[in-house]
């Protein structure tokens, strides 16, 4: 059981590092963006290149990863998502237009490198104690939640002690009073994007450090990242680290109470759908909703 | 020749059978609002309850009415608790529905046969000893008559009072509420008859492919169907056929130059498949840029804006 | 005052996270009243229609409408009953016709029902033959005949306003609440709406509004009732609300 529990932090750790710029996204530019796990995809990926061309150990790809995860968010921002804002795109046109580039990014991943799953090459690892518990992990497990938790506490410094971060709280919880209150809200755009892109391409890396790599990782995670965000509150920050870490042990621990393997991410959902139906402002902060 | 004619029916056919599934979806969205993205879970409830059936003995005319039954009703259990939602949580939860019911075709093997799908079941017309050819005719006749029917069948409803409720729900719920309707039980009739339609079409599209697998019923499927939803304008149900005709005939029509020039390039079958979803893609993007009220929409009328 | 009371409200309260926008609100409108409700910005006047019409679930207090107890009805059963509101930002259905709108409006429509529609088309047929003769006649009394074939969204705001009278005027309502039923609309068509409000009261109509042109209040109502932060303040008829202390105080204290 504790193990299984050990499991879920894992998991609950990197989905909480994702699900960070998926409610920014969410909350600041108004945008259910059905593409974001497909950066997490991309991240582990953007790894895998470096694994295989370059013989890098897939911890050291991260800074990179980082790197092209905001570079092509931002390229999305000026390619569409401005327009789409410009001209008041509805909330269903946006999501769909959020699924097309779902589909292009996770065919290029395709296109590539193929339908079926795929390692990083490295020394196998045996799992060992980890901190003195009785649970084990690997060292790249080990290594993920570390990383996870210190980009968590990076996040938690940004948002709290930067003007920039203030600002991006304060958008994410009023968007209608910083629209119009003189905030450089392009600055604070293309932050959001680098962090939303960024953090989600690092938790892809360090998602694909716990498992194989297969072109749907990201879609599959997308919606217990949507259940994250949805338990933590949209908007919240803070919320959506809380939700990840949960979500991620009830995946986990399921399997302990007899759920089947293959039913892992039907738990995902089905968590999410309840969280939803019960929870429709999340169950820590009390979420703009309309 | 008798290729080639193959050839067009199977377009013609695929794009009737398609053309039932998104009059469903646009019965849900485009007369209604409801945003639905796990039209395709209804489709495959239609197509495995109507094969299972069937091979479990039914009469085909009751196992399709059970499986077109059943769509329904499963699209109530998620209706019920899930019609409430904004429009963007709604989208969440129904993807997440039609995952949850993928997956369990897909693991329930001992009921479903699971990843290897399930190859040999009674299809339409097998009494007549039809040619291949004769077989390809009679379905593709019996696809188009579908198509008729629900066409009818929609186009009767929708310009009804009934769908004058649909259309105001559309517009403004809250104002529809104002006005003393129980819109919450026309939503759910609008969802339960659009996911039935859906089921209709998936035991056409059993029978057209004659097989039926997990992976035809995957999230792309619900998408492809926005995607002819709103080529031809979310609203029309004119629209959705011409849309539907268009994609699967640009489909085909840039079928040979896949199989011959592109594979000559060197790339794989599996590296043409991902292109073409690489295009709807930036496809989906471009029609939400440019033309969200589709191609044949006009602006001031139906379009996904408000 | 003349009449039973239609509309009761007895100490209805509602919360917005710890926030009090309507604070132990009792009060009733008797038949073939016009009753107006005013107040400064911000004071509770839409909160309050949106409780009394269900739209919002009271925090506390009662609801009666011709004896019969709303509050605890769903929120579409008000308008069968006879009370029938609009909204302060009108809410046309944009992307349906004028007449659409009106038709749509029509309660106990054999059409509505799945299998009328299916089943009963020379039934739909004569039943919408008939509405759209209501419809039309009440387009014409408001002067919006020549625009019943256009989107309701190509309508001026003056114009929703009417359409949105016009289509509450399908239900045959007992009494309208009407929210800021003058707001955006062109003198010459205020002028318009008031004979209306005074020609349809005489035809039996109930009315409760909220507005902000004081003139046009004390001109055609019986009674003013005023909120301010939450609470009623006053209840009496024009002249005695004009020389309330209260009420000047409460003006006063919101404008500066
Ligand atoms: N949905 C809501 N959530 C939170 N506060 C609200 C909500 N609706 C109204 N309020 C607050 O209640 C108060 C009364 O608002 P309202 O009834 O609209 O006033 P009025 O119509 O008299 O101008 C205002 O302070 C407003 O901010
Ligand atoms: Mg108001």
């Known amino acids: 059981m504790l193990q299984y529990v050990a499991n879920g932090i894992v998991v609950g750790a990197i989905i909480a590092v994702a699900a960070i710029g998926l409610t920014l996204v969410y909350s600041i530019l108004r945008l259910t963006n059905f593409a974001h796990g497909d950066f997490v995809t991309l991240g582990a990926y953007t790894a895998l290149f470096i694994n295989l061309g370059l013989g890098w150990r897939p911890a050291a790809a991260l800074p990179v990863a980082f790197v092209v995860g905001a570079a092509l968010a931002i390229l999305l921002e000026l390619l569409v998502w401005r327009k789409m804002r410009q001209m008041r795109a509805s ?5 769909v237009a959020s699924i097309g580039v779902a589909l292009a990014l996770r065919n290029l991943l395709v296109f590539f490198y193929g339908p079926s799953p795929q390692n990083f090459q490295q020394p196998v690892q045996r799992a060992t104690p980890f901190l ?23 996040v938690h410094a940004l948002l709290r002690y930067t003007t920039l971060g203030k600002t991006m709280r304060a958008l994410s919880d009023n968007t209608d009073l910083a629209w119009v209150s003189g905030i450089d809200v392009d600055r604070v755009v293309t932050w959001t994007w680098i962090i939303g892109g960024g953090l989600a391409a690092v938790g892809g890396v360090l998602y694909g450090m716990t498992r194989p790599l297969y072109p749907e990782l990201g879609w599959h995670l997308l919606l217990p990242l949507f259940a994250a965000i949805i338990l933590g509150g949209i908007g919240h920050p803070y919320g959506a680290i809380a939700g990840g870490f949960l979500i991620g042990i009830v995946q986990e621990v399921s399997v302990y109470f007899g759920v089947p393997v293959e039913y892992k991410i039907a738990v995902g959902f089905v968590a999410m759908i309840v969280a939803l139906l019960l929870f ?5 902060g009390e979420a703009s909703y309309r | 020749m008798s290729s080639y004619l193959m050839y067009i029916i199977n377009v013609v056919t695929t794009a009737a059978v398609y053309a039932v599934f998104v009059l469903g979806l646009n019965l849900q969205f485009g007369y209604t609002g409801i945003v639905n993205f796990g039209h395709v879970a209804f489709m495959a409830i239609g197509a495995y309850t109507t094969v299972l059936l069937s091979l479990a003995g039914w009469p085909l005319i009751a196992a399709i009415a059970a499986g077109v039954l059943l769509a329904a009703l499963a699209s109530l259990l998620i209706g019920l608790p ?91 719920e809250d104002a529809a509420i104002a006005l003393g309707k129980n819109t919450r039980v026309f939503k759910l009739w609008s969802l339960a008859l659009g996911s039935a339609i859906a089921g209709l079409s998936g035991v056409l599209l059993a029978y057209l492919l004659a097989y039926i697998n997990p992976r035809e019923f995957l999230p792309l499927t619900t998408f492809t169907g926005w995607m002819i939803m709103v080529l031809g304008g979310a609203g029309s149900n004119v629209g959705v056929m011409v849309g ?36 709807i893609g930036i496809f989906l993007v471009v029609l939400m840029m440019y033309r969200p009220q589709g191609l044949f929409g006009r602006k001031e009328e139906l379009s996904l804006d408000r | ?76 059963s008000a308008p069968g009953l006879g009370l029938v509101r609009t909204f302060q930002i009108s809410r046309v259905f944009s992307r349906m016709t004028v007449l659409e709108n009106m038709l749509f409006a029509a309660p106990g429509q054999v059409g509505e029902g799945l299998l009328g529609a299916l089943l009963a088309p020379r039934r739909v047929a004569r039943q919408e033959k008939e509405l759209r003769e209501r419809a039309m006649d009440l387009l014409r009394y408001f002067r919006l005949d ?9 309508l001026s705001g003056g114009q929703r306003k009417l359409l949105e009278m016009a289509r509450a005027l399908m239900l045959n309502p007992r009494m309208l609440l009407l929210d800021e039923p003058m707001a955006g609309v062109n003198p010459a068509l205020k002028e318009q709406l008031l004979d209306y409000i005074l020609d349809l009261r005489s035809k039996g109509i109930t009315f409760l509004l909220i507005e902000h042109d004081i003139d046009m209040i004390m001109r055609i109502c019986d009674r003013i009732l005023v909120m301010a932060q939450g609470e009623l303040i006053a209840d009496g008829t024009p002249d005695q609300v004009r020389r309330d202390p209260r009420v000047i105080d409460a003006y006063l204290g919101a404008s500066q």
């Not at chain 2, 896949?258 to 790339?267: F, H, I, N, Q």
């Not at chain 2, 079958?269 to 979803?277: F, K, Y």
């Open chain 2, 244 to 279: 539907s005709l268009l994609y699967f005939g640009l489909f085909s029509l840039t079928r040979p130059l896949e199989s011959s020039g592109l594979v000559a390039l060197g790339l794989t079958g599996q590296q043409v498949g991902a292109l073409r979803v690489i295009l």
């Open chain 3, 1 to 76: 005052m003349t009449g039973e009371a239609l509309l009761d409200v007895r100490a209805v309260s509602r919360q917005f996270e710890g926030f009090w926008a309507v604070r132990g609100v009792s009060f009733t409108v008797p038949q073939h009243q016009i009753a107006g409700l005013i107040g400064p910005n911000g004071a509770g006047k839409t909160t309050l229609f949106n409780v009394v019409t269900r739209y919002l679930p009271p925090s506390g207090g009662e609801i009666y409408f011709a004896g019969t107890r709303l509050d605890t009805l769903p929120t579409y």
């Open chain 2, 82 to 172: 899930a019609l409430r939602l904004r429009e963007d949580y709604l989208a969440i939860t129904t993807i997440g529905f039609a995952e949850v019911i993928r997956i369990i075709i897909n693991n329930e093997v001992e009921l479903t046969r699971g990843p290897q799908g399930i190859f040999r079941f009674p299809l339409p017309f097998e009494s007549w000893g039809l040619s291949p050819l004769g077989w390809r005719v009679a379905f593709m006749i019996l696809c188009l008559l579908t198509l008729a029917a629900v066409y009818l069948l929609l186009q009767r409803l929708t310009n009804s009072p009934w769908g004058r409720v649909l259309k105001a729900i559309r517009e403004d």
């Open chain 3, 146 to 154: 020549h625009m019943a074939q256009n989107y309701a969204g190509a």
């Open chain 1, 91 to 95: 909330m269903v046109a946006l999501i």
């Open chain 1, 132 to 154: 003195g518990l009785p649970v084990t992990m690997t060292a790249d497990q080990q290594f993920a939640l570390v990383a996870s938790v210190v980009l968590v506490l990076a």
């Open chain 1, 280 to 284: 429709p402002r999340g169950l820590f």
